[in-house]
């Protein structure tokens, strides 16, 4: 059995192909020998296949003697929520915004943060030791030492109940939310708290099926959201992806509102009442330099990291900031949340347009104004052979030299897929998309073949 390999969220792949039951229930006891908590929460989201793999996962657990706490279908940042209240690790089985064939399991300390680089690498290295019996005889409990796997009835409720509680005793009255849930983990919540704030709510994927999950629907295709939100002459529309973790967003014009730009309002708005903390934002590499150049304009700092929320929250706590976030819409307010939460920033996006008296569409009009910036997903079977890939980083840096100071390129291997990722800006568009088309050519040909 191959090992698992954790990316930048945790470790994914094809449910019961890639990620099997029996690769679960190693993992399940490799996290309780390096995490050695008494209990751990695990929640999931609506795939088919996450059942099965979280009742393996659990199994795990209680095989070394923790227990392990069911809290259901519950969005990520739910799960981090709970197990930061309850004072213990948990897990999540989910695939994010992947196809609902691919499944997953992302781990949480009893922070609620995700877990340090070191710690998922020593969870690695024990799992190697189980898959292997490198340790020996199984080191297992009897009796009264074997764990025990039950429901928490409360978790929802915690959650809901955080997410209210966010805007200070504002409410939502007199706004219209589309949202859409993606057929994900906040299909019931996301409506739920949105009314319960005071928002008139139309609901779009609502009804997960297990197979439905993120299918033309949700994050990563939020077409039929701009539609609905027209055609109800709504004032809001927010997609979520399928464990809640991000959201973009909708104007009433039906016009797409990046993570970027809704991070770009975020920063004024708490630059403007005294909130954000040392007048900056933590952003990733993969943010457009038309974000940085917005910030500079109006006098706030930028801070850059790896992609993925751990780096950006690993940057929030260094410095004690207070706010961060991704182009995917991955955002985090440090003082609310210990991760990106898709339902908690729709929340806060339609408070502070309630706020201002002003549409997203007036806000959000020429605040980032874009470089053209051009993404191609190279399939590669083992990404992680770009960085000794000498031929392709030679052309990098010619087409670095060529672009200038107003352009920029970033190639990376996906945490999350067998992808490299060829990402260019450029201050035309025919030239980035030239320079993405030649060195993803060149990325597959050099790396195309195991």
Avoid at 99 to 106: E, L, R, T, V
Avoid at 171 to 193: F, I, K, Q, R, Y
Avoid at 262 to 284: E, H, I, K, P, Q
Avoid at 312 to 333: N, P, R, W
């Amino acid at each position: 059995m191959a090992p698992a390999r954790f990316g930048t969220d945790g470790v994914r792949g094809v449910a019961n192909e890639d990620l099997t039951a029996e690769l679960a229930l190693a993992l399940g006891r490799a996290v309780a020998r390096v995490l050695p908590a008494p209990a751990f929460v695990v929640g999931r989201d609506t795939r088919r296949s996450g059942p099965l793999l979280q009742a393996a996962f659990s199994a795990g657990l209680a095989t070394e003697g923790a227990d392990a706490f069911d809290l259901g279908v519950l969005p990520t940042p739910g799960v981090a929520a709970v197990a930061e209240r309850r004072k213990v690790p948990g897990a999540v089985i989910s695939a994010s915004h992947n196809p609902f064939a691919d499944n997953g399991i992302k781990l949480f300390s009893s922070l609620g943060t995700k877990l340090p680089m070191d710690v998922e690498a020593g969870v690695e290295r024990e799992l190697d030791a189980i898959l292997a019996d490198a340790d020996g005889p199984p080191r297992r409990p009897t009796g009264r030492g074997v764990g025990r796997i039950s429901t928490d009835l409360e978790a929802g409720r915690i959650y809901r109940d955080l997410l209210v509680s966010t805007i200070d005793g504002r409410t939502l009255e007199g706004m219209h939310v589309v949202v859409d849930c993606a057929n994900g983990a906040a299909s019931d919540v996301a409506p739920w708290v949105l009314a319960e704030l005071g928002a008139r709510v139309t609901t779009l994927h609502d009804a997960p099926d297990g197979t439905n999950i993120n299918d033309k629907c949700g994050s990563t295709d939020p077409s039929q959201l701009s539609l609905a939100v027209m055609e109800h002459r709504a004032d809001l529309g927010l997609a979520l992806d399928g464990d809640a973790d991000r959201v973009i967003a909708v104007d009433h014009t039906g016009t797409i509102v990046d993570g970027d730009v809704l991070l770009a309002l975020f920063a004024l708005d708490l630059a403007g009442r005294g909130r954000l903390a040392g007048n900056t934002v933590v952003v990733t590499v993969m943010t457009n330099l038309g974000f940085r150049l917005s910030m500079d304009t109006h006098g706030i700092a930028v801070r850059e990291t790896d992609v993925g929320d751990r780096h950006v929250l690993a940057a929030l706590d260094a410095d004690g900031l207070s706010l961060g976030g991704e182009q995917s819409g991955h955002i985090i307010f440090r003082a609310l949340s210990t991760t990106g939460d898709g339902v908690l920033t729709g929340i806060a996006l339609a408070d502070l347009v309630q706020r201002s008296g002003r549409p997203l569409a007036g806000l959000a009009d020429g605040l980032v104004e874009r470089v053209p910036q051009v993404l191609v997903n190279v399939p590669i079977p083992q990404p992680e052979r770009l960085a000794d890939c000498t031929e392709v980083w030679e052309a990098v840096h010619k087409a670095e030299a060529e672009l200038g100071h107003e352009g920029r390129v970033l190639l990376r291997p996906s945490g999350t897929e067998p992808l490299v990722r060829v990402m260019v800006e450029a201050r035309l568009e025919a030239q980035a998309n030239a320079v993405a088309a030649q060195l993803a050519g060149l990325v597959e040909a050099a790396l195309g073949q195991v």
